[in-house]
C-alpha cells in the first residue's frame, strides 16, 4: 500500500492556523519532560537552537556532531543576515509581507501553512538573540539597524557585519553551552551519524561512528531531531563546508524516510569564479554585496578581454538593471543565477574561460565614500583580495554563481515530524518552507525558527500521544543496526582498489554541474542517470582506503559520504527529470519563455515530490502532496 | 595582504614540506619530509595539503590528517603552525585562507599542529579543542532561556557599545592564540567572550559570575596567565585586541576584591 502523506496543516483562517496549532497540540507535563530523551543531530542553527530550547523545558538532550564543537557548524558561514517582519523601518512591512515575498520567492511551491508561520515568529527570534547578548549592527539612536535583500522592497535584514550567521550561531551554541553546563544536554563532538535505529516502526535511536576512537555506538532515545544540513556537496565544488555531507538525511530516508524536492538546489549569484583544478570549495560574496555594487557585463562580446576600466560607460550593459527595472540589482537569486549564465552564454561573460560577471562598487565608493562602503563591507571585500589577488576597491570583483543551498530535503508535516515517527527534521535539512528557491536572508530565520519555536511545542505531540514503551538500547534492532554500520565500513577498508574517495566526488560533481546545474534538460538527466551507476559500481571496486577503522581515518570518513552522494544524486537527476517545468533553483531548458524565463505548470506540478526509498534506487516511488494555495495565487513571478 | 615576488597567473612552485605527523595521542610524532611539484600560487594552502595527500594515498601512505571545514576563515577549524606562526605569515588570516603566492618556488615549510598542554593531538596536525567548550559552559552566555523575552528595540544600545561588543565576538575559537603564547595562555580567547558581554546591558546581571567561572575553568584546564607579551593579538585571524584582556583583568579585579554582586 503506498504511503498516505498527511501534512497536518491546520484548518481555519492562515493567520491563526500556528496559534490554534499550537493549542491543541498535546503538552508533556513539565515533571514528566525529564523522562524523555531527545537525539539532537547536528548543531548548527537548529540543532543547537533546539538543543538549548528542549533541554530548558526539562527533556534530556544528546546532542551530535562531526567537528568538534558547534560552534563549527556551517551556519557560521552565512554572511549577509537574517530576515524579521519587525517593520522597525516603517516601510510597509508585515508577517503578512514577509510571508507573501517568501511564497513568491520560492515560485509557488511551498506550503501556505508553513511559511506564515515562518514569517510569525521571525519577529521572536530576533527579540531572543538580542536577549542572549548577540551584537547586531545599531543606529547611532542605539536602535537595529536594517538593509535590504534581494526578493524584497523592504529593509527587513537584521545583521552582524558580514558575520550574522557566526554570530546567530555562537547566540545558539551559548545558549547550548550553558545547558551542557547544567547538566542537560550530553554533547557528544567528532561524533558522525551513521544511522537512524527505528524499533516499532518508530525512530527510537541512533547509531555514530566517534571518529577520533572509531568506535560505533548506539543511543536510544523517545524522539530523534535530524538537523544536519544540506547536501550541495553533492556537486563538489559548492560554498558548503568540507564536511557538509547528505549521509544523515540518506541513511534516514533508506530506513523509510521520503525524501522531498531532491531536485531543488539553490545556485548563488555572488561567489567568487573558479580559478582552476585545485579549487576545494567556492567561496560566497554576501548578497548584501548587491545594495550598493553594481552588475554588468561589456555590451558587446570583443569587449570581454579589456580591463573593466578601458570599458566605457555607454558599453557596459547593467542587465539586471536594464532587464529588471523594479528590483534592479536586488532580484532573487535563481533570477539573478540564470542572468549571469545567459550572459555568459552569449559570450559577453569576463574573466578565465568567460564564466563571471563584474560586481562594480565603482558608483558606491563615489557616492558614498571609501570609508563607508569599508565599513559596510570590508570583511568581504578583504576575503576577495585574499583568494584573487585583487583589489575590489580598485577594480571590479568579478563573480559567478555557484550551487549554495539545498531546498529539499527530507519531507516533515507541519510539526516537522517526517513519515517514519518520532523521527523529526529541522532547518535546512527538511524540505519544507522554500518552495523551489530561497530568498536571501531566509535560512538562518528558518533554522532558528524550528529550533527556537516550532519543535519546542509540536515534539510534545509526538511524545504525550506516541505511545511506545521505553527502549534501553539493547533491543535487536540497535545491535542489526550497528552490525550493519560496522559491516560497510569494513567493506570500504576492504576493497584495495586505486582510486580516492575524493576523486570519485569530483567525477560525480562534475557531472551533476553539467547536467543538474543551473540548467537541466532531459536528455542530460538521463545521460547522468546512466552514468551515476557506473561511477558508482566502480567506487565499490577500485576504492582506496588506507588504514583501519579504529582510528582517526579522514579517507574513511569521505569514503562514507561520497558513498552516500553517489547513491542520493541518481535520486536529485530522477526528480529533476521528472518535474517537467521550469521553477525557481530548477530550471528546465525546455521549459521556458522567448525571454528566457522560467515556465511553471501549475496545472500539472504543484505538488511537493516525495520520494520513498524501495529498496531499488533505480525504482523509486514518488508520492505526491498537493500544494493548495487558499490565500495567494500563483501568479507568474514578475521582478520586472 | 599582497604576496611578495609573484603574480597570479605563475607556474607551479616545487616545495619541500615538513609535517608533523602523530599517529595518536599516545604514540611519539616526528616531522616527515615530502616534495610538492607544480603548486599554482592560486591555490590556498590547504588545497596544496589536499594534493599532497592524493599524492600519499596513491603511493599507498596514509593522508595527513588536519582540521578544516569552512575554508573561509570563519568556522575556526583550521589550524597549522606554519614556519612557526600560528595560521602562517600573514596577519588577519586563518590557515584556510593563506594562498601560496606567499610562498616561492623551493621553499622549505614546516607544518605543525598548536602546541599547548590543554590541545592534545590526536593525530597528526588534528589537536583536541575541547577545553574551550567547557570554558564557554561555564560562563559563556547570558541566562535567557527561549521565549518571554522583551522587544529587541526595548533597550537602546549606542553604537559605539555595540560596535566594541562585535570586535570581540568575532572570535572564532581557533586556538591561535593559545599556540602563539609562550604560557599557552588562553586569555585573548575568554577575553573575547567576556568583553562580548560586558558592553551589552544583556550580559550585566551576570558578568562577575561570568569572568570568574571562565577564569576559573581557563586555569583548570592548563591554560597559562597572560604575561603581556601580546603575541596572542599578533596571530588572531581576526584582530581581536588585547584590549579584552585588560577588560578582562579589571572584571576579574573587581570580582575577586568586591564580589560578584552588582
Same mark, same amino acid.
Given at each position: ?12 483562517? =492562515?493567520?491563526?492556523?500556528?496559534e ?16 524523555y ?12 537552537s533546539?538543543?538549548?530550547? =528542549?533541554?530548558e523545558?526539562?527533556y ?18 552565512a ?6 517582519a ?6 510597509g ?25 515562518? *514569517? ?17 549592527a545599531?543606529?547611532y ?18 545583521y552582524?557585519?558580514?558575520?550574522? +550567521?557566526?554570530?546567530?550561531l ?14 542537560t544536554?550530553?554533547f ?13 516502526g ?18 536510544? /532515545? ?38 522531498g ?14 580559478? /582552476? ?30 580591463? *573593466?576600466?578601458? %570599458? ?38 569576463? +574573466? ?9 562598487f565603482? *558608483? ?13 563591507y ?9 583568494i ?37 527534521v ?14 536571501g536572508?531566509?535560512?538562518l ?14 515534539? /510534545?505531540?509526538?511524545l504525550?500521544?506516541? /505511545?511506545?514503551?521505553?527502549v534501553?538500547g539493547?533491543?535487536p ?27 570519485f ?5 562534475l ?12 536528455e542530460g ?7 551515476i ?20 581515518? %579522514? ?19 530522477r ?8 521553477c ?51 501568479t ?5 | 595582504m599582497?604576496?611578495h615576488?609573484?603574480?597570479?597567473s ?11 605527523? #602523530? ?7 616526528? @616531522? ?6 607544480g ?12 594534493i @599532497?595527500?592524493? #599524492? ?20 575556526? &577549524? !583550521?589550524?597549522?603552525v ?13 590557515t584556510? #585562507? ?13 607544518i ?39 522587544d ?5 544600545i ?21 599556540a ?6 588562553? &586569555? @585573548? ?8 558581554y560586558?558592553? @551589552?546591558?544583556?550580559? #550585566? ?30 596571530? !588572531? ?10 577588560e ?13 554582586e552588582?
Amino acid at each position: 500500500m503506498s504511503i498516505q502523506l498527511d501534512s497536518k496543516i491546520p484548518s481555519g483562517p =492562515l493567520a491563526q492556523k500556528w496559534e490554534k496549532h499550537k493549542f491543541e497540540c498535546k503538552l508533556v507535563n513539565p515533571a514528566n519532560k525529564r523522562k524523555y530523551t531527545v537525539l539532537v543531530v547536528g548543531t548548527g542553527l537548529a540543532g543547537a537552537s533546539a538543543a538549548a530550547s =528542549l533541554a530548558e523545558l526539562g527533556y534530556n538532550v544528546h546532542a551530535f556532531a562531526f567537528q568538534d564543537s558547534a560552534r563549527r557548524a556551517h551556519s557560521i558561514a552565512a554572511q549577509g543576515g537574517i530576515n524579521a517582519a519587525k517593520n522597525y523601518q516603517n516601510d510597509g512591512d508585515s508577517v503578512y509581507r514577509l510571508f507573501y515575498d517568501t511564497i513568491k520567492g520560492g515560485d509557488y511551491r511551498a506550503r501556505e501553512g508553513n511559511v506564515h508561520r515562518l *514569517a510569525e515568529v521571525s519577529v521572536n527570534i530576533i527579540d531572543q538573540c538580542v536577549a542572549q547578548g548577540v551584537p547586531f549592527a545599531r543606529e547611532y539612536g542605539g536602535t537595529l539597524a536594517n538593509r535590504s535583500f534581494g526578493g524584497a522592497q523592504v529593509s527587513r535584514t537584521f545583521y552582524a557585519r558580514g558575520q550574522t +550567521g557566526q554570530q546567530l550561531l555562537l547566540g545558539a551554541y551559548s545558549a547550548m553551552s550553558r545547558q551542557v553546563g547544567l547538566g542537560t544536554v550530553k554533547f557528544h563532538g567528532r561524533s558522525e551519524m551513521l544511522d537512524v535505529v527505528l524499533v516499532n516502526g518508530h525512530a527510537r535511536g541512533i547509531v555514530t561512528r566517534d571518529l577520533v576512537s572509531g568506535k560505533i555506538e548506539t543511543w536510544a /532515545g523517545d524522539a530523534v531531531c535530524l538537523a544536519t544540513g544540506g547536501y550541495g556537496n553533492v556537486f563538489f565544488l559548492s560554498t558548503n563546508a568540507q564536511g557538509c555531507n547528505v549521509t544523515a538525511t540518506w541513511r534516514a530516508h533508506k530506513r523509510g524516510a521520503l525524501f522531498g524536492n531532491p531536485c531543488y538546489t539553490q545556485i548563488h549569484p555572488t561567489c567568487i569564479p573558479r580559478s /582552476g583544478d585545485h579549487q576545494s570549495k567556492l567561496t560566497l560574496m554576501s548578497e548584501s554585496l548587491r545594495n550598493d555594487g553594481r552588475v554588468w557585463v561589456p555590451k558587446r562580446a570583443e569587449d570581454v578581454a579589456k580591463k *573593466a576600466s578601458d %570599458i566605457a560607460e555607454e558599453d557596459r550593459d547593467y542587465y539586471l538593471e536594464r532587464i529588471y527595472p523594479s528590483f534592479g540589482n536586488l532580484v532573487p537569486r535563481d533570477i539573478a543565477s540564470r542572468a549571469a549564465k545567459r550572459m555568459c552564454d552569449e559570450g559577453r561573460g569576463v +574573466g578565465p574561460g568567460g564564466l563571471g560577471v563584474y560586481l562594480d562598487f565603482g *558608483a558606491a565608493v563615489k557616492r558614498l565614500g571609501k570609508a563607508t562602503v569599508a565599513e559596510r563591507y570590508g570583511n568581504l571585500f578583504d576575503m576577495y583580495q585574499r583568494i584573487t589577488d585583487e583589489n575590489p576597491y580598485e577594480v571590479p570583483m568579478r563573480i559567478y554563481p555557484a550551487v549554495h543551498y539545498a531546498m529539499g530535503g527530507l519531507w516533515v508535516d507541519y510539526n516537522l515530524m517526517s513519515n517514519v515517527p518520532g523521527l523529526h527534521v529541522l532547518g535546512e535539512a527538511n524540505f519544507s518552507d522554500h518552495g523551489a528557491n530561497r530568498l536571501g536572508a531566509s535560512a538562518l530565520m528558518q533554522g532558528l525558527a524550528d529550533g527556537y519555536f516550532v519543535i519546542p511545542y509540536t515534539i /510534545g505531540q509526538y511524545l504525550a500521544t506516541s /505511545g511506545q514503551k521505553k527502549v534501553t538500547g539493547d533491543e535487536p534492532e540497535f545491535k542489526q543496526a550497528a552490525a550493519e554500520t560496522k559491516a560497510r565500513i569494513d567493506k570500504l577498508l576492504s576493497i584495495g582498489g586505486k582510486r580516492s574517495p575524493t576523486s570519485f566526488h569530483k567525477e560525480l560533481g562534475l557531472l551533476m554541474w553539467e547536467n543538474c546545474g543551473m540548467a537541466r534538460n532531459r536528455e542530460g538527466l538521463l545521460h547522468n542517470l546512466e552514468r551515476i551507476p557506473q561511477i558508482r559500481e566502480e567506487f565499490w571496486n577500485n576504492l582506496n582506503v588506507l588504514g583501519d577503522g579504529d582510528s582517526y581515518n %579522514i579517507a574513511l570518513e569521505k569514503a562514507g559520504r561520497v558513498a552516500d552522494f553517489l547513491e542520493f544524486a541518481e535520486l536529485m537527476c530522477r526528480d529533476a527529470l521528472h518535474r517537467e517545468e521550469s521553477c525557481g533553483g530548477h530550471f528546465r531548458e525546455e521549459y521556458q519563455s522567448e525571454a528566457g524565463e522560467a515556465e511553471r505548470d501549475d496545472e500539472n506540478f504543484t505538488y511537493v515530490a516525495a520520494w520513498n526509498y524501495t529498496g531499488d534506487l533505480a525504482a523509486p516511488e514518488l508520492i505526491k502532496e498537493p500544494l493548495i494555495f487558499e490565500e495567494v495565487h500563483p501568479t507568474t513571478r514578475s521582478y520586472k | 595582504m599582497s604576496g611578495h615576488g609573484h603574480s597570479s597567473s605563475g607556474g607551479g612552485l616545487n616545495l619541500t614540506l615538513k609535517v608533523w605527523r #602523530q599517529k595518536d595521542a599516545a604514540s611519539p610524532g616526528g @616531522l616527515a619530509s615530502y616534495q610538492v611539484s607544480g603548486i599554482s600560487t592560486d591555490m590556498s594552502f590547504l588545497e596544496m595539503l589536499d594534493i @599532497l595527500n592524493e #599524492q600519499l594515498l596513491e603511493k599507498g601512505e596514509e593522508p595527513i590528517a588536519f582540521d578544516h571545514d569552512c575554508r573561509e576563515g570563519i568556522c575556526g &577549524m !583550521c589550524s597549522l603552525v606554519i614556519n612557526g606562526n600560528p595560521h602562517g605569515p600573514d596577519s588577519a588570516t586563518t590557515t584556510c #585562507q593563506l594562498h601560496m603566492r606567499r610562498f616561492k618556488d623551493g621553499d622549505i615549510i614546516t607544518i605543525e599542529p598548536w602546541r599547548a598542554k590543554p590541545f592534545p593531538v590526536i593525530r597528526d596536525l588534528v589537536v583536541d579543542r575541547s577545553a574551550f567548550d567547557r570554558i564557554q559552559a561555564r560562563g559563556g552566555f547570558v541566562s535567557v532561556n527561549t521565549g518571554g523575552t522583551p522587544d529587541a528595540n526595548a533597550i537602546p544600545i549606542a553604537k559605539r557599545e555595540a560596535d566594541l561588543s562585535m570586535d570581540a565576538a568575532q572570535c572564532i575559537g581557533c586556538g591561535a592564540c593559545v599556540a602563539a603564547c609562550k604560557n599557552a595562555s588562553a &586569555m @585573548l580567547f575568554v577575553g573575547a567572550k567576556v568583553s562580548q558581554y560586558l558592553h @551589552l546591558p544583556q550580559g #550585566q546581571p551576570e558578568r562577575y559570575r561570568r569572568v570568574l567561572a571562565m577564569m576559573e575553568q581557563h586555569d583548570a584546564e592548563g591554560f597559562g596567565g597572560c604575561t603581556n607579551f601580546q603575541e596572542c593579538e599578533a596571530a !588572531c585571524p581576526k584582530e581581536i585586541s588585547v584590549r579584552v584582556i585588560a577588560e578582562m583583568n579589571r572584571d576579574f579585579l573587581r570580582a575577586t576584591l568586591v564580589g560578584t554582586e552588582l
